[in-house]
């Protein structure tokens, strides 16, 4: 019996495994707040103790943050997380913290070719290759799938994190916009997430006054007024197509979204492909479609007709992070 989870800032889903032969097969599975818990410690043993769970020998979550030595403190949430602590808690003697964009990248390996929608047909998915993940939500995580010629092994990273790099005029504006609310450092995950579109739509109204972007309309301006998430209702409306100003901030999204996907293709050389995986992706999927973000994504001047074969695939499964923590597990020796 193991038991797999995947933390986030506002929710956690927990889950309980039972190992068969060559399977993993799911016991139960609750959804409960992360707020207003002291720990992690305490959320995972009343999971237990609520579902009267007994002979676990195994637990992996994925947690929002870094992870060093086994601890991690979490970015969205007040907790220190550590394997030592949770073992002792669980009575488990095999505890493993991931990144939870680590975890993800693990899950992405086992969803079902159904569960993925192909934006760059490429040379085909290989999975017996490098992959890359990257995934648009609150934040931006970025990790990679490093082939070692017999099991991929998933490697954290925080690249969202890294420096924004614009590459035109448009985005050299956008930067100074980001970098005047935010500090000299713009990270990626300032443009590149639910946050960023946000931002993104803010940078555009200010063009918009100058006569340089569609004007805003007095219906999105009365939702965001009424206190409606302002990325959501972008994102929503742009998928309409009806909204100018909208669509135009939108397709500035998908267009630095392309942009660091390539990136993280080049870094981590991801020739058997990149998934998109994140809230956002399956949302927005018929503005990822309309080309924005491949013509980005390969637009990386000699580097093109290698980025041009990377499949890249949008995994519509956001229970990618829990099964990857849970075939983790499975495997902790």
């Given at each position: 019996m193991i038991l797999a989870g995947d933390v986030?800032?506002?929710?956690?889903?927990?889950?309980?495994?039972?190992?068969?032969?060559?399977?993993?097969?799911?016991?139960?599975?609750?959804?409960?707040?992360?707020?207003?818990?002291?720990?992690?410690?305490?959320?995972?043993?009343?999971?237990?103790?609520?579902?009267?769970?007994q002979g676990l020998t195994r637990v992996c979550f994925g947690v929002p943050g870094a992870v060093v030595d086994g601890l991690c403190r979490t970015t969205n949430l007040p907790w220190v997380i550590s394997e030592g602590r949770l073992s002792s808690a669980l009575r488990v003697p095999k505890v493993k913290l991931l990144n939870d964009l680590q975890a993800a990248a693990y899950g992405m390996l086992f969803l079902d070719d159904s569960e993925l929608v192909v934006l760059n047909a490429g040379r085909s998915l290989d999975r017996r290759k490098n992959l890359g993940v990257i995934a648009s939500g609150t934040g931006l995580g970025e990790a990679l799938l490093v082939w070692d010629g017999e099991k991929h092994l998933p490697v954290a990273s925080e690249g969202g994190h890294s420096t924004f790099g614009p590459r035109n005029e448009l985005e050299i504006e956008l930067w100074r916009f980001l970098s005047a609310r935010h500090g000299v450092h713009v990270s990626w995950e300032r443009a590149v997430s639910g946050p960023g579109l946000a931002s993104i739509y803010e940078f555009m109204r200010t063009r918009a006054a100058a006569g340089k972007a569609p004007a805003e309309s007095s219906q999105v301006r009365d939702r965001m007024q009424r206190g409606e998430d302002p990325g959501a209702v972008v994102g929503i409306e742009a998928v309409k197509g009806v909204d100018a100003l909208c669509v135009a901030s939108a397709k500035l999204f998908c267009t630095l979204y392309g942009a660091e996907a390539g990136n993280l293709a080049l870094k981590g050389l991801c020739t058997g492909g990149l998934f998109v995986g994140g809230g956002i992706a399956p949302k927005i999927l018929p503005l990822l479609r309309e080309g924005e973000f491949m013509a980005a994504f390969v637009d990386k001047g000699r580097f093109r007709e290698l980025l041009s074969g990377v499949p890249v695939v949008v995994a519509q499964n956001d229970k990618a992070p829990l099964i990857g923590a849970a075939h983790y597990a499975s495997r902790l020796l």
């Open positions: 986030g800032g506002t929710k956690t889903v927990l889950a309980v495994y039972e190992i068969g032969v060559g399977t993993i097969e799911k016991v139960v599975e609750e959804t409960v707040p992360s707020r207003g818990k002291a720990s992690l410690d305490e959320l995972a043993k009343a999971f237990v103790a609520r579902h009267e769970i």
